[in-house]
């Protein structure tokens, strides 16, 4: 069980190429998400997608893709990349608890990616 | 509009002493308040949660306080150990959490000393 995977790890871009972070859940969970975190700017919510083939924006959507033709996967596209982008990225999914109802977030390990 | 806010961004305490994060919230729809735990190079784990119709919550060393009229809510670490030292992020969502869609606070930056 692998949980939640992000690839690659690290990536170093040039402003205007475009790029894929990938991220795939073994857990079969609904929920997915890509979050980026900033220093001092906490995680702030890009993507979300509730299930294959629905997707919907986060707080800062602008500059990104996503798409979900698979419960596992919800990949991540730059399409022309800015130095403002250079970020930590994170892919999180989620399940709902029995008990309390609530979804439980679980993060993969993060992309770093730098945009110069 | 920052939603969560969070304070201190940065902390130091001694071995065994008791630090005190706090956060503050806007948005009074909100329903669901979990912690987050990330250490460096990893992704942001799930420590506690606690809902606004409990006034606290303790798991472990771990205590949630949760004051409902002021909007805030507080984390607890009881006999704090250097293995405690991480970045701490608070959260809130609606619906009770049933989204998956969270919004973090700036996160504090815990550094325990031995």
């Known amino acids: 069980n692998a949980g939640v995977t992000q690839t690659p790890k690290f990536q170093v871009l040039k402003t205007g190429q475009s790029m894929t972070l990938q991220c795939a859940q073994d857990m079969n969970h609904e929920y997915m998400s890509w979050y980026r975190q900033d220093p001092g700017m906490g995680l702030r919510l890009i993507h979300y997608s509730v299930g294959a083939g629905i997707t919907d924006q986060g707080e800062v959507p602008n500059g990104y893709n996503v798409s979900r033709s698979t419960t596992e996967d919800f990949p991540l596209r730059l399409l022309s990349a800015a130095p403002s982008q250079t970020s930590v990225y994170f892919c999180?999914?989620?399940?709902?608890?029995?008990?309390?109802?609530?979804?439980?977030?679980?993060f993969g390990a993060g992309s770093r990616l730098t945009v110069l | 509009q920052q939603q969560v806010k969070q304070s201190p961004q940065s902390l130091i305490v001694q071995k065994g002493g008791i630090p005190i994060i706090n956060c503050a919230y806007e948005?009074?729809?909100?329903?669901?308040f979990p912690w987050y735990q990330q250490f460096p190079g990893k992704g942001p784990a799930l420590l506690i949660a606690i809902r606004p119709d409990v006034s606290e919550k303790k798991e472990g060393r771990f205590t949630i306080s949760f004051n409902k009229s002021a909007k805030q809510f507080s984390l607890h670490i009881m006999d704090s150990q250097p293995g405690d030292s991480a970045t701490y992020f608070c959260?809130?969502?609606?619906?009770?959490?049933?989204?998956?869609?969270?919004?973090f606070g700036k996160g504090t930056k815990l550094s325990v000393k031995p």
């Open positions: 948005n009074t729809a909100f329903d669901y």
């Open positions: 999180a999914s989620s399940y709902r608890q029995k008990l309390s109802g609530a979804n439980v977030l679980t």
């Open positions: 959260a809130a969502s609606l619906g009770g959490g049933s989204q998956g869609n969270l919004i």
